[in-house]
């Protein structure tokens, strides 16, 4: 069965350090979203894009993220200068349409700011 | 407004047993109410979503009640099962857009 992969299952950083976090979609699939999840809180939205722009963007969403499909298998999220906060699990998620389709998810990457 | 309210945070069921699930909403807007499984070390995964415009979804053991007037839904788990426990997420989101607003989840544990 098709999956949503992410990659590294955890990340460790110092902040104010560079981070990329990747995520391979599934195939056929072409609109694509990071979540993120702090400890022992909701999962929250980050952004939405297809093909190729955000189509959304939360408000936690800010110059401090970015997102970019590289090529055609791989979608991922930069955080330029980490803080502390941004420790979280971050999930990518991919659907094959728009229009509240089903969202897959991957199985995240524990981000951890120190 | 945005928000959607969960509870409880975490249940106890007994094998065999019913689990509950609530979520409460506020905003109108919301046309689309899915209901997330998770496992440990997992992703969430859809487990079954439903549309204001019916009542109820059943789909196996797995069962969505929704009250448009009070604004509430529910998740309701019959003939709970050890292999049923995880932790679970109401969401909504609305027409026009992708972005799903997530509930605090519940943890369940089945007990044999």
């Known amino acids: 069965e098709p999956e949503v992969t992410q990659t590294p299952s955890h990340q460790v950083t110092q902040m104010g350090q560079e981070v990329i976090l990747r995520c391979v979609p599934i195939?056929?699939?072409?609109?694509f979203y990071w979540y993120r999840q702090i400890l022992g809180q909701k999962v929250e939205f980050l952004v939405s894009?297809?093909?190729?722009?955000?189509?959304?963007k939360s408000e936690i969403f800010d110059d401090q993220f970015s997102v970019e499909r590289p090529d055609g298998s791989n979608f991922t999220l930069k955080i330029r200068s980490t803080k502390l906060e941004d420790s979280a699990m971050y999930f990518c998620?991919?659907?094959?349409?728009?229009?509240?389709?089903?969202?897959?998810f991957g199985p995240g990457t524990r981000l951890t700011v120190l | 407004q945005q928000q959607v309210k969960q509870s409880p945070q975490s249940l106890i069921v007994q094998k065999g047993g019913i689990s509950i699930i609530n979520c409460a909403y506020e905003?109108?807007?919301?046309?689309?109410f899915p209901w997330y499984q998770q496992f440990p070390g997992k992703g969430p995964a859809l487990l079954i979503a439903?549309?204001?415009?019916?009542s109820e979804k059943k789909e196996g053991r797995f069962t969505i009640s929704f009250n448009k007037s009070a604004k509430q839904f529910s998740l309701h788990i019959m003939d709970s099962q050890p292999g049923d426990s995880a932790t679970y997420f109401c969401?909504?989101?609305?027409?026009?857009?992708?972005?799903?607003?997530f509930g605090t989840g519940t943890r369940l544990q089945v007990f044999p």
């Open positions: 894009f297809y093909n190729n722009e955000i189509s959304e």
């Open positions: 905003n109108t807007a919301f046309d689309y």
């Open positions: 195939s056929n699939h072409l609109y």
């Open positions: 969401a909504a989101s609305r027409v026009g857009t992708d972005k799903l607003i």
């Open positions: 998620a991919s659907s094959e349409a728009a229009g509240q389709a089903e969202q897959f």
């Open positions: 439903i549309r204001p415009d019916v």
